[in-house]
């Protein structure tokens, strides 16, 4: 079994990152900005927001966060939309989800201009996807990706199974593994709640993403040996010998899994530093204006 090491390969696609931004900012006075639009105080968003200033920060990125309350209106969010989207200092925009009840997502999320959606989770950018073309792809999927081709894992003419048909993960990871190039090429299956006889389409796959929502769902009765295995689930679960009161866990029973891998990821430390790194690479894009002339 051979551990995926997300954090090792986010910090060295980070340097090289830092040392891209570096040489721009020296060419174009400045360095690339993402601002995050973030609604309510709900924990795990504060961290995950606080997480990706961070990360910008290593990069030599720069970075705003518009704090709203809860209660904020549609109307006053998309005129904040708005107003990021006219403003030509920052490159990126995105919103960090979920939103309050209130607000109409689908909306928010096709309020933000294209050019700057660097979450990929615009119609346009989806639509771009879908056909093959250059566009922000989805975080989290495209840093499996990353994983995937840093690890040198052969995707072609691989069957590949997808748990998990989230508009974020399951589903913008099918296509791009079924896309005709390369790095991908591989034959999908995209399971969700209805699929019938889950455990035997799981063990038919060479590749298995786990995207599920459920803690530990997928046990060794899932997999087969020598398959590679990517947990994106992550779960709090209490833990009171720790600092933090919890520790992390994925969608994957990774005791009872591992020793039949060739590959798999952990968590924490395996998908979820790629999520940010994809984020932080859609940035880089939008500032070079490499998808949109
Ligand atoms: P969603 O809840 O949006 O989607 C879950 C999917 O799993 C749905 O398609 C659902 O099917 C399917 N599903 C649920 N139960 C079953 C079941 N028993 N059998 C088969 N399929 C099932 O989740 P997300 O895609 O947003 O996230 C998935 C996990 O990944 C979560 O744990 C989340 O925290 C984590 N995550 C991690 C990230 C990271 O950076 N590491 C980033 C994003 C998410 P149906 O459509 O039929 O309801």
Not at 238 to 248: I, N
């Amino acid at each position: 079994m051979k551990l995926i090491d997300g954090k090792a390969i986010a910090n060295q696609i980070k340097a090289e990152i830092a040392a891209e931004v570096k040489k721009l900012q020296e060419q174009k006075g400045r360095t690339p900005h993402l601002a995050a639009i973030l609604v309510g105080n709900d924990p795990a968003s504060e961290t995950y927001v606080a997480n990706k200033e961070k990360s910008c920060k290593e990069v030599g990125m720069s970075s705003s966060v518009y704090k709203m309350p809860a209660d904020i209106t549609q109307e006053k969010l998309l005129e904040t939309i708005e107003f990021i989207n006219k403003d030509d200092e920052i490159d990126g925009l995105i919103v960090q989800l979920p939103v309050p009840k209130h607000i109409d997502v689908q909306k928010v999320i096709e309020s933000i201009d294209p050019k700057k959606d660097v979450d990929g989770f615009h119609p346009v950018n989806v639509g771009r996807m879908t056909l093959g073309q250059d566009c922000y792809l989805p975080a989290t999927p495209f840093g499996i990706s990353m994983l995937l081709e840093r690890y040198n894992i052969d995707t072609q003419g691989k069957n590949c199974v997808v748990v998990g048909r989230s508009n974020i993960v399951g589903t913008p990871m099918s296509i791009l593994l079924s896309r005709n190039n390369p790095l991908a090429n591989a034959t999908v299956t995209l399971c969700h709640s209805k699929t019938k006889n889950l455990t035997e389409v799981c063990k038919s796959a060479d590749i298995l993403i786990a995207a599920i929502g459920r803690c530990e769902m997928i046990t060794a009765d899932y997999v087969r040996e020598g398959a590679t295995v990517i947990d994106v689930g992550m779960h709090r679960v209490e833990d009171k010998s720790r600092k933090s009161g919890f520790r992390l866990k994925g969608d994957v029973k990774f005791d009872e899994v591992s020793p039949l891998c060739e590959y798999i990821t952990p968590v924490p430390g395996g998908v979820g530093p790629m999520t940010i790194v994809g984020l932080i690479m859609n940035t880089l894009k939008a500032f070079k204006g490499e998808i949109y002339k």
